[in-house]
T-cell receptor
Framework: QQQVKQSPQSLIVQKGGISIINCAYE??????FPWYQQFPGKGPALLIA?????SEKKEGRFTISFNKSAKQFSLHIMDSQPGDSATYFC?????????????FGTGTRLQVFP | GAVVSQHPSRVICKSGTSVKIECRSL??????MFWYRQFPKQSLMLMAT?????????EQGVEKDKFLINHASLTLSTLTVTSAHPEDSSFYIC??????????????FGPGTRLTVL
């Protein structure tokens, strides 16, 4: 129940296209859903995050769509660029267990070709 | 803002030696710090959670006597890999958050430390 399932494992998109990565969870106590971007040999960097009180959040070319009833959330990257090529991780956490512990998805390796 | 540093970025050591990795929050006070391990092309695996001034909480399967964590101040946590062996070779990443218990907040990650044990 603590798992966060992420798909696809890898994604190839042409420059200018839309990249979509999906995540699903079981634990209804999760109340914070961040997305992280990681380049090879670097630590993850927070990209965008959402809480369950909204269904969508947009920051520049990055949008999170959140479906509370389906227990799913997704990351959309509009106008994908070669510089977006990285591994993306979704995550979830809850304050109920008195911890900020993040449960990470398995990651999606995105490649954007010119 | 919200910068987390790690030192060293890379370390190579001989089997049986101990290695200390430092994690610092540079521009904020971190009540909670986390240590992760990441194998190639895999996700981040949480090893332990530490709150300033108290003992770390280790995840199931992580040997607390092998991975010693000290969170001495609100800006510094250290991970010591004791008697390192080749199977401990991995990418170790720390993160810090500004809130501890009772609320969720953003975790900011360090750049990671590549440990290679020969």
């Amino acid at each position: 129940q603590q798992q966060v399932k992420q798909s696809p494992q890898s994604l190839i998109v042409q420059k200018g296209g839309i990249s979509i990565i999906n995540c699903a969870y079981e634990n209804t106590a999760f109340d914070y859903f961040p997305w992280y971007q990681q380049f090879p040999g670097k630590g993850p960097a927070l990209l965008i995050a959402i809480r369950p009180d909204v269904s969508e959040k947009k920051e520049g070319r990055f949008t999170i769509s959140f479906n509370k009833s389906a227990k799913q959330f997704s990351l959309h990257i509009m106008d994908s660029q070669p510089g977006d090529s990285a591994t993306y991780f979704c995550a979830a956490s809850t304050a109920i267990y008195n911890t900020d512990k993040l449960i990470f998805g398995t990651g999606t390796r995105l490649q954007v070709f010119p | 803002g919200a910068v987390v540093s790690q030192h060293p970025s890379r370390v190579i050591c001989k089997s049986g030696t101990s290695v200390k990795i430092e994690c610092r929050s540079l521009d904020f006070q971190a009540t909670t710090m986390f240590w992760y391990r990441q194998f190639p092309k895999q996700s981040l695996m949480l090893m332990a959670t530490s709150n300033e001034g108290s003992k770390a909480t280790y995840e199931q399967g992580v040997e607390k006597d092998k991975f010693l964590i000290n969170h001495a101040s609100l800006t510094l946590s250290t991970l010591t890999v004791t008697s390192a062996h080749p199977e401990d070779s991995s990418f170790y990443i720390c993160s810090a958050s500004t809130y501890g218990s009772y609320s969720t907040d953003t975790q900011y990650f360090g750049p990671g430390t590549r440990l290679t044990v020969l």
